[in-house]
């Protein structure tokens, strides 16, 4: 049981480049999340997915595409980056009303 | 609109207690949460509680839970060093297909 994993853990992409980063998970958990965190900003919301073939939009999700064909994978695109979206990416899931766990985060630097 | 605030710091003494708040926007919101985050790690839940809750006691740790006001509170007892870290509050925002929503995080300082 390995939880919520995260690849890669580090990237540096150039601009306008394009990227995807995996979320899986074991736990067959209906309840998937993308978050990017900023310093002083705490964990803002991209795009989320209640259950497989669906996806939603968070706080944030201009400039990202998710899919969730998979019940166990949560897939976060980047089709042209920019050095906005330099952050840190965390992926969280949850089954519904227990603890969101959460992965150990995708430190993506745009130059 | 969903939003949860906290204060961005807090600085305490070693051995002290801590107490951490948290404003919520969502009346509906049937669980909140505390997760810690140690630096360059990911988010590890603390505790939670249930909207029909008042208080949640584990360890060192105590929830109260003010619906009425919409303010949840963190308190540590007994600070100790390895409790600095950053503490974040999170809602489920049942507005909305259940999003997790959470705050920008408190830095919690301990010094001797």
């Known amino acids: 049981n390995a939880g919520v994993t995260q690849t890669p853990k580090f990237r540096v992409l150039k601009t306008g480049q394009s990227m995807t980063l995996l979320c899986a998970q074991d736990?067959?958990?209906?309840?998937m999340y993308w978050y990017r965190q900023d310093p002083g900003m705490g964990l803002r919301l991209i795009h989320y997915?209640?259950?497989?073939?669906?996806?939603a939009k968070g706080e944030v999700p201009d400039g990202y595409n998710v899919s969730r064909l998979k019940k166990q994978n949560f897939l976060l695109g980047l089709e042209s980056a920019a050095p906005s979206q330099t952050s840190v990416y965390f992926c969280?899931?949850?089954?519904?009303?227990?603890?969101?766990?959460f992965g150990q985060g995708t430190r993506l630097t745009v130059v | 609109g969903e939003d949860v605030e906290q204060s961005l710091f807090l600085s305490v003494r070693e051995g002290d207690s801590s107490v951490i708040n948290c404003t919520y926007t969502?009346?509906?919101?049937?669980?909140l949460y505390w997760y810690k985050q140690e630096p360059g790690a990911g988010l590890q839940l603390l505790t939670y509680i249930f909207s029909n809750m008042d208080m949640k006691q584990d360890q060192r740790l105590t929830v109260l839970l003010n619906k009425k006001d919409k303010h949840l509170s963190l308190r540590i007892a007994d600070t100790q060093t390895g409790d600095s870290a950053i503490y974040f509050c999170a809602e489920i925002y049942s507005g909305g297909y259940n999003k997790l929503i959470f705050g920008a995080g408190t830095r919690l300082a301990v010094h001797p």
């Open positions: 997915s209640v259950g497989e073939g669906t996806t």
């Open positions: 736990m067959n958990h209906e309840y």
């Open positions: 969502d009346s509906s919101s049937t669980y």
């Open positions: 969280a899931s949850r089954k519904g009303g227990d603890e969101a766990f």
